[in-house]
T-cell receptor, first 116, second 110 residues
Framework: DTGVSQDPRHKITKRGQNVTFRCDPI?????LYWYRQTLGQGPEFLTY????????KSRLLSDRFSAERPKGSFSTLEIQRTEQGDSAMYLC??????????????FGEGSWLTVV | KNEVEQSPQNLTAQEGEFITINCSYS?????LHWLQQHPGGGIVSLFM???GKKKHGRLIATINIQEKHSSLHITASHPRDSAVYIC????????????FGAGTILRVKS
């Protein structure tokens, strides 16, 4: 396993179009997180899954955003009717359930979205 | 006020200098992460610590739980250390998600 992978790495889309990002976590990790990062800022939490269950969604996640993790493995983040304000890097991270000894969190390379 | 504050925001150092980046937090955390982010966005976890001090190569991270403060030190800095360093607190509640500082942009000149 080579770590958390995200696809695509870069996406340019026209305003109003839908986009979908995929995240493949480290295989044994049951926690998967989505974050959004804009230039000059630290990442902000969007949502997280434990296995296939989506346990929390940030209020940053408007109803145009939907995330799934259907089989508790990979996850998708879809943005419908994109707006220019959606331009950001979308980061995925995975970990074991906190509390495990030596547990840490692993990040993907991020998916850059530019809405024009 | 942000839950996690970092200082400085920008730091320029000469190769070989000792560097300190500070992180203060105002929320209850179970652990604190120091992360390194390179241009292009990839993030690498450097340390996760909940008490005391950890060392890895030229990097040292310390945390003072009572003062809610952590520091990342880089000894004998090198231009390849140039990156954004981010501290993130793992919340005790709310799914143990991370809350991030805004990052410190470090540039080490040769």
């Amino acid at each position: 396993d080579t770590g958390v992978s995200q696809d695509p790495r870069h996406k340019i889309t026209k305003r109003g179009q839908n986009v979908t990002f995929r995240c493949d976590p480290i295989s044994e990790h049951n926690r998967l997180y989505w974050y959004r990062q804009t230039l000059g800022q630290g990442p902000e939490f969007l949502t997280y899954f434990q296995n296939e269950a989506q346990l929390e969604k940030s209020r940053l996640l408007s109803d145009r955003f939907s995330a799934e993790r259907p089989k508790g493995s990979f996850s998708t983040l879809e943005i419908q009717r994109t707006e220019q304000g959606d331009s950001a890097m979308y980061l995925c991270a995975s970990s074991l359930v906190p509390g495990s000894s030596g547990n840490t969190i692993y990040f993907g390379e991020g998916s850059w979205l530019t809405v024009v | 006020k942000n839950e996690v504050e970092q200082s400085p925001q920008n730091l320029t150092a000469q190769e070989g200098e000792f560097i300190t980046i500070n992180c203060s937090y105002s929320v209850g955390i179970s652990a604190l992460h120091w992360l390194q982010q390179h241009p292009g966005g990839g993030i690498v976890s450097l340390f996760m610590l909940s008490s005391g001090k950890k060392k890895h190569g030229r990097l040292i991270a310390t945390i003072n739980i009572q003062e809610k403060h952590s520091s990342l030190h880089i000894t004998a800095s090198h231009p390849r250390d140039s990156a954004v360093y981010i501290c993130a607190g793992r919340l005790m509640e709310y799914g143990n998600k991370l809350v991030f500082g805004a990052g410190t942009i470090l540039r080490v000149k040769s």
